[in-house]
């Protein structure tokens, strides 16, 4: 099916058994490392911009260059070789007029809702036809006529809910109103939901029909639709008003989808891990720990308590030699080794997926 991971099927009812918390032949796993001298692909010729902007929005050069560079890498074990058009992670606030601002590695928006009255929400309205809509819109055609028939293409990193409301206003500013304005706030909620799910099925149709599976960043896949919801904004308030305003919403995005995997980010987030294992909707979390904070063995507590809530999970990237350590404090069932690092080459990987093999018999 694809001509970079032609056991694509294989792989993919392992992930469809990782979100029932089920082991097929073996624990889902994804290693790398690049590809012989003799098999890699050049990449397209170097260009100078003027702006970051301006680097960000050549989408046909961005598209070349990630196809490039799929070509000149392995994906051993479960690993997908996945392109997904990446325009910042406030993307989809742009589509309500929000100009984007980039740096060298990432980019967000400058807010736009001066207040709150009537006037001012209503203004805001998704643009189908807008620049930043169309160029996405550009960017993932770029890339599926690139990986026919080689690699996945998937959905950009959208944030709707609580996060895409504090681009818009600014989140310190939304702190404030989730006091003064707390139900305008639920009731533009409501509003970007049904926008949210909006989009996020124009590009399932779009990609499904080119036989594109399921994925986006966190490269996991589904036979059906599969996204990763999320909400940064609520480390920054209370746990009634995360969930009076933004914990419905949450539980839509889940509801429309056939699998979810919500990004937990950070330990202010940690307080809303239990509420979050009981939406059923909810199939596995990503828990993301932060720079400095990111060592597995910190966190055995936290994972212990996912699998005892029967949910799968993204385990972070362990390295091989650690492998036994956590073979002893987790079962197999529903853990998702997404990155093991210490692998150089088809030998060191072989013998590392032999060992992950047995774990659990």
């Known amino acids: ?15 469809e058994a990782w979100w ?12 790398g490392f690049p590809a012989d001298e003799s098999q890699r692909v050049p990449g397209p010729k170097g260009k100078e911009y003027s702006s970051h902007w301006d680097r960000w929005m050549d989408v046909e050069y961005r598209a070349e260059s990630a196809a490039a560079g799929l070509h000149n890498y392995v994906y051993f074990a479960d690993s997908l070789p996945t392109a997904w058009p990446n325009l910042g992670p ?30 001012s929400v209503d203004n805001l309205q998704l643009d189908l036809d807008g620049f930043y809509f169309r160029k996405l819109m550009d960017y993932t055609d770029s890339l599926l006529e690139l990986g026919k028939g080689k690699f996945i293409v998937g959905y950009t990193d959208m944030h709707g809910g609580g996060d895409a409301i504090a681009a818009f206003r600014d989140p310190q500013q939304l702190c404030i109103d989730m006091i003064d304005h707390g139900e305008a706030v639920k009731a533009l909620c409501d509003r970007i939901t049904d926008d949210y799910l909006k989009v996020y099925d124009i590009f399932y149709d779009k990609l499904s029909a080119e036989g594109m599976p399921s994925t986006s960043w966190c490269s996991a896949t589904c036979r059906g639709k599969y996204y990763i919801p999320s909400n940064d904004f609520s480390c920054m308030i209370s746990n009634e008003m995360f969930e009076e305003t933004f914990l419905e919403g949450i539980v839509r995005e889940c509801q429309h989808m ?23 909707e909810i199939h596995a979390i990503q828990w993301v720990p932060g720079a400095g ?11 212990q308590r996912i699998q005892a809530a029967g949910k799968a999970m993204q385990f972070p990237g362990v390295h091989v030699s650690d492998l036994e350590n956590v073979f002893e404090v987790l079962r197999p069932e529903g853990v998702w080794l997404s990155g093991i690092s210490g692998i150089s080459n088809r030998e060191e990987a072989e013998a590392a997926l032999k060992t992950i093999s047995r774990w659990g018999r």
């Not at 029932?20 to 290693?31: A, F, G, S």
């Not at 980039?102 to 207040?115: A, C, F, K, M, V």
């Not at 056939?258 to 059923?280: C, F, K, M, V």
Request: glycine share 6%.
């Open 90 to 119: 406030e993307i989809f606030s742009s589509f309500y007029g929000c100009k984007m601002v980039y740096n060298s590695g990432t980019g967000w928006t400058e807010p736009i809702l001066q207040d709150w009255s009537q006037e």
């Open 20 to 31: 029932d918390c089920q082991v097929i032949d073996r624990p889902l796993v994804c290693m």
């Open 1 to 15: 099916m694809f001509e970079l991971k032609p056991d694509f099927e294989q792989v993919m009812d392992r992930y």
């Open 293 to 303: 904070q990111d060592y597995w063995g910190n966190w055995v507590e936290i994972y």
């Open 258 to 280: 056939d699998r979810s995997i919500y990004h937990l980010d950070g330990p202010q987030a940690l307080r809303y891990l239990d509420t979050l294992l009981e939406i059923p």
